[in-house]
Protein backbone atom coordinates (compact mmCIF):
# COMPACT_ATOMS: atom_id res chain seq x y z
CA UNK A 1 0.00 0.00 0.00
CA UNK A 2 0.97 3.44 -0.59
CA UNK A 3 1.37 6.02 1.90
CA UNK A 4 -0.96 6.99 4.38
CA UNK A 5 -3.49 9.63 4.05
CA UNK A 6 -6.31 10.17 7.25
CA UNK A 7 -9.47 11.83 6.15
CA UNK A 8 -11.01 13.69 9.56
CA UNK A 9 -14.43 14.77 8.18
CA UNK A 10 -17.82 14.58 10.36
CA UNK A 11 -19.55 13.85 7.02
CA UNK A 12 -19.19 9.87 6.55
CA UNK A 13 -19.71 10.42 2.94
CA UNK A 14 -17.00 12.57 2.68
CA UNK A 15 -14.32 10.17 4.46
CA UNK A 16 -15.87 7.29 2.49
CA UNK A 17 -15.53 9.46 -1.32
CA UNK A 18 -12.34 10.88 -0.52
CA UNK A 19 -11.09 7.23 0.84
CA UNK A 20 -12.06 5.29 -1.88
CA UNK A 21 -10.56 8.00 -4.14
CA UNK A 22 -7.24 8.05 -2.76
CA UNK A 23 -7.29 4.09 -2.59
CA UNK A 24 -7.62 4.07 -6.40
CA UNK A 25 -4.56 6.18 -6.80
CA UNK A 26 -2.59 4.15 -4.57
CA UNK A 27 -3.10 5.59 -1.25
CA UNK A 28 -3.52 4.03 1.96
CA UNK A 29 -7.09 5.57 3.54
CA UNK A 30 -7.84 5.74 6.95
CA UNK A 31 -10.77 7.42 8.34
CA UNK A 32 -11.72 9.23 11.41
CA UNK A 33 -15.10 11.54 12.02
CA UNK A 34 -14.24 14.39 14.46
CA UNK A 35 -10.98 16.06 15.69
CA UNK A 36 -10.69 14.13 19.21
CA UNK A 37 -10.87 10.82 17.09
CA UNK A 38 -8.66 12.81 14.29
CA UNK A 39 -5.78 12.66 16.97
CA UNK A 40 -6.06 9.20 18.13
CA UNK A 41 -5.89 8.23 14.72
CA UNK A 42 -2.95 10.79 13.64
CA UNK A 43 -0.93 8.86 17.03
CA UNK A 44 -1.71 5.45 16.23
CA UNK A 45 -1.39 5.68 12.50
CA UNK A 46 1.27 8.00 11.85
CA UNK A 47 -0.38 8.97 8.47
CA UNK A 48 1.96 10.96 5.79
CA UNK A 49 -0.88 13.51 5.26
CA UNK A 50 -4.24 14.70 6.84
CA UNK A 51 -7.12 16.10 5.28
CA UNK A 52 -8.81 18.04 7.67
CA UNK A 53 -12.71 19.49 7.63
CA UNK A 54 -12.82 23.04 9.35
CA UNK A 55 -16.24 22.43 11.14
CA UNK A 56 -16.66 19.47 13.45
CA UNK A 57 -18.21 18.43 16.54
CA UNK A 58 -15.55 17.93 19.62
CA UNK A 59 -12.34 19.56 18.45
CA UNK A 60 -12.63 21.50 15.23
CA UNK A 61 -9.73 21.21 12.46
CA UNK A 62 -8.60 24.65 13.60
CA UNK A 63 -8.04 23.79 16.85
CA UNK A 64 -6.37 19.97 15.70
CA UNK A 65 -4.65 22.17 13.15
CA UNK A 66 -3.25 24.04 16.05
CA UNK A 67 -2.60 21.26 18.53
CA UNK A 68 -0.48 19.56 15.29
CA UNK A 69 1.43 22.45 14.56
CA UNK A 70 2.61 23.17 18.38
CA UNK A 71 3.60 19.54 18.66
CA UNK A 72 6.95 18.88 17.40
CA UNK A 73 6.25 15.36 16.57
CA UNK A 74 3.43 16.93 13.86
CA UNK A 75 4.90 19.98 12.96
CA UNK A 76 5.63 19.27 9.57
CA UNK A 77 2.73 16.89 8.92
CA UNK A 78 1.40 18.38 5.73
CA UNK A 79 -2.30 19.20 6.42
CA UNK A 80 -5.35 20.06 3.67
CA UNK A 81 -8.10 21.63 4.87
CA UNK A 82 -11.87 21.11 3.63
CA UNK A 83 -14.05 24.03 3.93
CA UNK A 84 -17.61 23.98 3.30
CA UNK A 85 -18.63 27.51 4.47
CA UNK A 86 -17.73 29.48 1.48
CA UNK A 87 -20.49 27.53 -0.28
CA UNK A 88 -22.70 28.45 2.67
CA UNK A 89 -22.15 31.61 2.69
CA UNK A 90 -22.23 32.21 -0.74
CA UNK A 91 -25.84 30.46 -0.80
CA UNK A 92 -26.66 32.58 2.16
CA UNK A 93 -25.71 35.73 0.28
CA UNK A 94 -27.71 34.99 -3.07
CA UNK A 95 -30.61 34.88 -0.48
CA UNK A 96 -30.45 37.96 1.27
CA UNK A 97 -33.06 40.42 0.70
CA UNK A 98 -30.93 43.28 1.91
CA UNK A 99 -28.35 44.11 -1.34
CA UNK A 100 -26.68 46.57 1.18
CA UNK A 101 -25.68 44.74 4.00
CA UNK A 102 -24.22 40.21 3.32
CA UNK A 103 -25.17 38.06 5.99
CA UNK A 104 -22.33 36.21 8.33
CA UNK A 105 -20.27 38.60 7.38
CA UNK A 106 -18.92 38.29 11.01
CA UNK A 107 -18.39 34.76 10.26
CA UNK A 108 -15.92 35.59 7.31
CA UNK A 109 -14.28 37.57 9.21
CA UNK A 110 -13.85 35.30 12.49
CA UNK A 111 -12.47 32.64 9.88
CA UNK A 112 -10.02 36.17 8.38
CA UNK A 113 -9.19 36.22 12.25
CA UNK A 114 -8.09 33.25 12.89
CA UNK A 115 -6.14 32.52 9.86
CA UNK A 116 -4.15 35.69 10.98
CA UNK A 117 -4.30 34.96 14.20
CA UNK A 118 -2.55 31.09 13.35
CA UNK A 119 0.34 33.37 11.56
CA UNK A 120 0.71 35.11 14.52
CA UNK A 121 1.58 32.99 16.46
CA UNK A 122 4.30 31.37 14.24
CA UNK A 123 1.94 28.67 12.63
CA UNK A 124 2.19 28.63 8.89
CA UNK A 125 -1.07 28.23 7.28
CA UNK A 126 -1.74 24.64 6.11
CA UNK A 127 -0.80 23.62 2.87
CA UNK A 128 -4.66 24.06 1.25
CA UNK A 129 -7.23 25.08 1.96
CA UNK A 130 -10.36 23.76 -0.62
CA UNK A 131 -14.03 24.22 -0.27
CA UNK A 132 -16.41 21.92 -0.73
CA UNK A 133 -18.13 20.48 -2.41
CA UNK A 134 -14.93 18.75 -3.51
CA UNK A 135 -13.64 17.79 -6.58
CA UNK A 136 -11.48 14.13 -5.73
CA UNK A 137 -9.45 14.72 -8.78
CA UNK A 138 -8.25 17.98 -7.14
CA UNK A 139 -7.68 16.32 -3.58
CA UNK A 140 -6.20 13.35 -5.18
CA UNK A 141 -3.70 16.03 -7.14
CA UNK A 142 -2.91 17.87 -4.43
CA UNK A 143 -2.35 14.93 -2.23
CA UNK A 144 0.00 13.62 -4.92
CA UNK A 145 1.86 16.85 -5.22
CA UNK A 146 2.89 17.03 -1.69
CA UNK A 147 3.78 13.47 -0.65
CA UNK A 148 6.08 13.06 -4.08
CA UNK A 149 8.94 11.91 -3.15
Not at 80 to 98: H, Q
Not at 115 to 137: H, R, T, W
Request: without cysteine; proline residues 5%.
Amino acid sequence: MGKKVLVVDDDVNTVRFLSVALEEHGFEAIGAYDGVEGMEKIEAENPDLVILDVMMPKKTGFVLFKQLRKDERYKDLPVVMLTGVAETLEDLDTKSEDTHERPYDSLRERLRDTIKAMSQDGLVKPEMFIDKPIEPEEVVAKVAELLKD
